[in-house]
């Protein structure tokens, strides 16, 4: 059974500097970490933060034109983890059906925020996510990653402050 989850907060990650869309449970038991692009962070925090540009950007512009023709965005999924790869799905539907959708996470994620989709995940994403190895460089530096994943799974929406670009 998949998880319905929500998008906590954005953070930067302290090894990388790469953008980090937390999702949690709606219970707040489970977190998932989703290293993400620079612009798809930009484009989930505008959305998360209600900023509206004068022309459309590209997951707004999708999202105008799968209304223009009728289509719905039904849910997202995000579906497994291979190599530190991500994998989703977008379900939607039209007058003549539903389908899926092959995506990134960071992309189904923004899309599914403009469009009011709900967000899901495989219960076996969670469990690979909490074995990415974020730094090759011995003992020490594993250690500091480990605990830098398990201070996300503490962390409430409020801890990350607004994300700016």
Do not use: C
């Amino acid at each position: 059974m998949l998880l319905k989850m929500k998008v906590s907060g954005l953070t930067i990650d302290p090894f990388t500097n790469v953008p980090i869309v937390i999702l949690k449970d709606m219970d707040e038991k489970n977190t998932l970490p989703v290293w993400i692009g620079v612009l798809e962070a930009s484009a989930i925090a505008s959305e998360l933060e209600k900023i509206r540009f004068s022309r459309p950007m590209t997951h707004d512009l999708l999202r105008e034109i799968l209304k223009a023709i009728g289509a719905t965005i039904e849910k997202v999924e995000i579906i497994d983890l291979k190599e530190n790869v991500y994998y989703a799905l977008i379900q939607m539907t039209t007058k003549d059906g539903g389908f899926t959708l092959d995506a990134r996470p960071s992309d189904a994620i923004a899309i599914a925020l403009r469009a009011g989709a709900p967000i899901f995940v495989d219960p076996k994403v969670v469990e690979k996510s909490k074995s990415i190895d974020l730094r090759e460089t011995g003992k020490e530096g594993k250690e500091e990653a480990k605990n830098f994943l398990d201070s996300l799974e503490d962390m409430s929406p409020g801890d990350f402050g607004k994300y700016k670009m």
